[in-house]
């Protein structure tokens, strides 16, 4: 957890939870233009009950710049549940980073690629050789950036 560009990367606490919230639906709106309507409010209502759980399975990570939250991300570990179905529950192989989120003014200063490399850190440090995420095509900053820290993208997983 570091100090770099202007803002510092740390673990979240429950008092970060509205803030985190904001940011991640300012930085998801946009594809509110692109996606139906009903998808569209399907998928806000998933970021704030996601982002809603601090201390639940996943570690969420926030970065913080002039003591505001300008951005956040989770990693669920290795093992935990990923979607319940009728008579199981699908476990992660691996871990996975979900829901990065820039706030608006603060993207282009990296705060996404320090986000997504303290994840890699911590995944290799609980002995962990793999960390997976999900994008979408219509994120193509995401994308690029993924594929900038050396993620490489698995056509049969899309």
Do not use: H
């Amino acid at each position: 957890m570091g100090n770099e560009g202007g803002f510092r990367i740390r673990t979240a606490t429950k008092a970060d939870r509205a803030a985190i919230q904001e940011v991640n639906v300012a930085a998801y709106i946009q594809y509110a233009e692109i996606m139906p309507l009903d998808i569209w409010e399907s998928y806000k209502e998933n970021i704030l009950e996601v982002t809603a759980n601090i201390g639940g399975p996943a570690e969420q990570i926030v970065a913080e710049m002039d003591g505001a939250i300008v951005g956040s991300v989770l990693i669920f570990p290795e093992g935990s549940a990923m979607d319940e179905g009728d008579d199981e529950v699908l476990r992660r192989k691996w871990p996975e980073i979900r829901l990065l989120a820039v706030a608006p003014s603060a993207r282009g200063k990296g705060i996404g690629a320090a986000l997504t490399k303290e994840c890699s850190w911590r995944a290799r440090e609980s002995g962990v050789a793999t960390i997976t995420l999900n994008t979408l095509d219509i994120m193509p900053v995401a994308l690029r950036m993924y594929a900038q820290l050396g993620f490489v993208r698995i056509r049969a997983s899309d």
